[in-house]
């Protein structure tokens, strides 16, 4: 997901009908627990709920344009295979105070 995200990103810089449209992403992830269902009789729809999809909908909302925001979870599964800004304390509905890091890029491997 992490490479997916940066890749987005990198698309919206680097595509010239991108740029020309002005497309610009706020990415969230956030890494835990979610429930995934079809619901509907007649007409299906595939969804995904939980309080992981919440938090990742809500970081979305609190990344500026261009940029991925990854709880601390997420942050710590990352490794030191990504490289990330200095944590941050936001505050997020329903959730409080939460440390949140910027994904900024892939670390090379040597």
């Known amino acids: 997901v992490a490479d997916m995200a ?25 890494t835990g627990p979610a429930i995934a269902g079809v619901i509907g009789a007649t007409r299906f729809i595939y969804d995904v709920w939980g309080d992981t999809v919440n938090l990742a909908s809500r970081l979305t909302s609190e990344a500026d344009a261009g940029t991925i925001l990854v709880d601390k979870t997420t942050f710590r599964r990352l490794g030191h295979r990504y490289s990330c800004d200095a944590p941050q304390d936001i505050e997020i509905k329903g959730k409080g105070l939460i440390t949140v890091y910027r994904l900024t890029g892939k670390n090379i491997s040597r």
């Open 6 to 30: 940066l890749e987005m990103i990198e698309l919206t810089r680097s595509d010239p009908q991108m740029r020309r449209l002005g497309v610009q992403l706020h990415i969230g992830i956030a």
